[in-house]
Every structure is written in structure tokens, then in C-alpha cells.
């Protein structure tokens, strides 16, 4: 499996970004994709999920409002928009991938796309 992040960048607050992973290497018809984020001096923390058949999806609760996951089954490509950005939001956002992507793991790791939200 194979995923491949981009579209991160650096934006001002109050902006907003949708970043994309390209999936590849199997069928995700049973899999859970995900995003991950990890800024400077902190852990990696949990970020959203979305089942990949059925679409179904899951926010970490500080998340909730604010970040969008979405997935395109044609193109097995996975977004997180996120809007309204705040300075907070900086880190390098990865995607995930596995039959099941917990709060904390998950089979297959993207490479990451950093996200710089200036003030």
C-alpha cells in the first residue's frame, strides 16, 4: 500500500486548505483511511477517519467543526479540508491507512505534507 500526501502549504489564518492522499498498491473496498497530524514538540494526535465503502466518518472531538474528511472512490483519493485555519493547526498532517485506523495506529503511513498557518 502506498499513500501519497499533498497539498499542504503555507496559509494565512482564517484561510483555508484541503489536502489530498492518493492511495495505491490494493482494493480499500474493507479499509479505513485517516489523517494524523503532528506539530513541533508534540505527539501525533488523531485527526479524522472515514470508512472507505460505506463513507462513514469519525472526528477527533477537538476537530469537529472545523476539519472535513472526504474520500472520492473513483479516484482512490482521501481530503481533509480545513477551514478556517488557525496558527495551531501547523504541523505535518499524515494519512493512514488499514483495516482498522485507531486514535493512535493504523497498517500503512503516508510520507506527510506540511501544513504552516501563519498569524
Known amino acids: 500500500v502506498q499513500l501519497q500526501a499533498s497539498g499542504g502549504g503555507l496559509v494565512q489564518a482564517g484561510g483555508s486548505l484541503t489536502l489530498s492522499c492518493a492511495a495505491s498498491?490494493?482494493?480499500?473496498?474493507?479499509?479505513?483511511m485517516g489523517w494524523f497530524r503532528q506539530a513541533p514538540g508534540k505527539e501525533r494526535e488523531f485527526v479524522a477517519r472515514?470508512?472507505?465503502?460505506?463513507?462513514?466518518?469519525s472526528y477527533a472531538e477537538s476537530m469537529k467543526g472545523r476539519f472535513t474528511i472526504s474520500r472520492d472512490y473513483a479516484k482512490n483519493t482521501v481530503y481533509l479540508q480545513i477551514n478556517t485555519l488557525k496558527p495551531e493547526d501547523t504541523a505535518v498532517y499524515y494519512c493512514?491507512?488499514?483495516?482498522?485506523?485507531?486514535?493512535?495506529?493504523?497498517?500503512?503511513w503516508g510520507q506527510g505534507t506540511q501544513v504552516t498557518v501563519s498569524s
Open positions: 493512514a491507512a488499514g483495516q482498522t485506523v485507531s486514535n493512535d495506529s493504523a497498517d500503512y
Open positions: 472515514i470508512s472507505w465503502r460505506a463513507g462513514s466518518t
Open positions: 498498491g490494493r482494493t480499500f473496498s474493507s479499509y479505513s
